[in-house]
């Protein structure tokens, strides 16, 4: 991998995915630093791929951006409520902010929105300042959005992001699987009908258990009904967009049988329209209070979304350039901002959805975006009888989701080092908060290096003639090369005659 001018990573291949052409000049040495890329191309990444798109790419990208807004409709709507906020703020947080990334992102594949793990650290930040005031509520978390925007470009400024080499797996699964624990627990209010006050989880859990006496038996039903058809379609039908299905079904249920007058709590009134352009006021009070939790958002949001975008990068054989996601990052997160919404960061399972469904260029984006604004255009109206049960059940779907049993096995393959890390982690989620859980993760993390570092592995080696290398693995431990290349004991036993008499 070579380096630019600007310190990102060069890419070796066209963006048509053939290989590109020698960079250096004929004569140059291959040493010298790579050629500069256009000035268009390094703003704007997406234009790379508009000389070669034809019909069958914009065919494949269109399939991928309607399903990939199809899937994100409801979860965006379920994540405005988790961060305490409007439905319609999770659609408006799919408009611009999807736009700004399209445009300035290097990832191809990359989806961004509303997430689970971020509208909960946006509910945790807001609740203690205005819980009381929706209104004060919806513009601190529109002020919250364009502070994250902000620390993601001054991190740009000063070049962080190399920070992104030294992110700890282990943390990284133990955060996911702590966040699918918090986001289950959060949701069991809305899918049994109660209501619940407490904030930290494991409170949480205890009110839901005390009140178990007043659940709504109706409301249970649906959501039950709901959960248990996203968990199938997943299962039997993973290609078909379950979320959508469930919640058009939901809300055919709800109109026609009327529940929200049987008690059942839906969305209610969604206002019709695109969102304007607004600044959020910058009260200097505010911007300090909210500071801390912006400095956490960008932690956790830039984490997830690098090693998102390069896992799917990689499958593709293409290349993320860290500098370039921390700007569109900023940018998306602004756009969040000047639009009412709240915080977005990547989403991993609608960039698989994109990448499944064939979308190869940053233009699905686009389209799914244009899809969600034609929704608040036209179809505002039939979402007022949507069941928050089913929104609940769209979490806790997507929550189950998140958690991986292979990776825990993976990691104690590696190390039992690691295992610990993950399992502190994931209690510290559900136990002291996300923020906190990750200061002592990532402590701990320095630590282990700390410890690697004082007790480094070493090796003996030795030539084996009939390998023609070294090997650092004894025959005693049962190196299979090393044994089929050790002489017969005999033979080893005339060598040791024969060294004792030459002497």
Same mark, same amino acid.
């Given at each position: ?108 594949? %990359? #989806?961004? @929105?509303?997430? $689970?793990?971020?509208?909960? +650290?946006?509910?945790? *930040?807001?609740? /203690? &300042? =205005? ?51 918090? %986001? #289950?627990? @959060?949701?069991? $209010?809305?899918?049994?009908? +109660?209501?619940?006050? *407490?904030?930290? /989880? &494991? =409170? ?52 026609? #049988? ?246």
């Amino acid at each position: 991998m070579t380096r630019n001018g600007e310190g990102e990573d060069a890419p070796t291949a066209s963006s048509s995915g053939v290989p590109a052409k020698d960079s250096y000049g004929s004569g140059a040495s291959p040493f010298q630093p790579a050629a500069r890329r256009p000035v268009l191309h390094r703003l704007v990444p997406v234009s790379e791929q508009l000389p070669g798109y034809h019909g069958g790419t914009l065919r494949r990208d269109l399939l991928a951006g309607v399903t990939v807004a199809a899937l994100a409709l409801p979860a965006a709507m379920a994540y405005a409520e988790l961060a305490g906020l409007s439905p319609v703020a999770g659609l408006y947080a799919l408009l611009l902010p999807t736009v700004a990334y399209t445009l300035l992102g290097s990832s191809r594949q %990359l #989806i961004v @929105g509303p997430e $689970g793990s971020i509208a909960a +650290l946006v509910a945790a *930040a807001l609740v /203690p &300042l =205005a819980a009381d005031d929706p209104e004060r509520y919806a513009s601190l978390a529109a002020l919250l959005a364009v502070l994250v925007g902000a620390v993601f470009l001054v991190a740009r400024l000063i070049r962080l992001g190399w920070v992104a080499d030294y992110f700890s797996r282990a943390v990284l699964i133990g955060y996911i699987h702590g966040v699918a624990v918090v %986001l #289950i627990i @959060g949701q069991l $209010g809305k899918l049994l009908g +109660l209501d619940i006050d *407490a904030q930290d /989880p &494991l =409170a949480q859990l205890a009110e839901v258990v005390g009140e178990l006496g007043d659940l709504s038996g109706i409301t249970l039903a649906v959501g039950v009904a709901c959960l248990a058809s996203l968990l199938l379609l997943r299962w039997r039908a993973p290609k078909l967009p379950g979320p959508l299905l469930v919640v058009i079904l939901a809300i055919a249920a709800s109109a026609a #049988i009327g529940l929200a007058e049987e008690g059942v709590a839906v969305v209610g009134e969604i206002p019709p329209g695109l969102p304007g352009i607004q600044l959020p006021g910058l009260s200097l009070s505010d911007v300090l209070a909210l500071l801390p939790a912006a400095l956490g958002i960008f932690f956790v949001s830039f984490s997830d979304e690098i090693l998102t975008a390069r896992s799917f990068a990689g499958k593709r054989g293409q290349h993320v350039r860290v500098d370039t996601e921390l700007t569109a990052m900023g940018a998306a997160n602004l756009a969040a901002g000047l639009t009412q919404a709240f915080p977005v960061g990547a989403s991993g399972s609608r960039t698989a959805v994109n990448d499944q469904m064939g979308g190869r260029t940053q233009i699905s984006g686009l389209i799914g975006a244009g899809a969600i604004a034609c929704v608040l255009l036209f179809l505002t109206e039939p979402m007022q009888y949507l069941p928050k049960a089913a929104l609940g059940a769209v979490i806790v779907a997507a929550a189950v989701g998140l958690i991986e049993p292979a990776s825990w096995r993976g990691l104690a393959r590696t190390s039992r080092v690691e295992v610990a890390i993950a399992a502190v982690t994931m209690a510290g989620v559900i136990a002291v908060g996300v923020l906190e859980a990750l200061v002592v993760a990532v402590a701990l993390s320095i630590l282990d290096v700390v410890r690697r570092s004082a007790t480094p592995h070493d090796a003996v080696l030795g030539w084996v003639d009939r390998q023609g290398r070294y090997c650092g693995e004894p025959a005693a431990a049962g190196c299979a090369a090393c044994l089929a290349a050790r002489p017969p004991q005999w033979a080893l036993d005339i060598a040791a005659w024969r060294a004792l008499f030459a002497r």
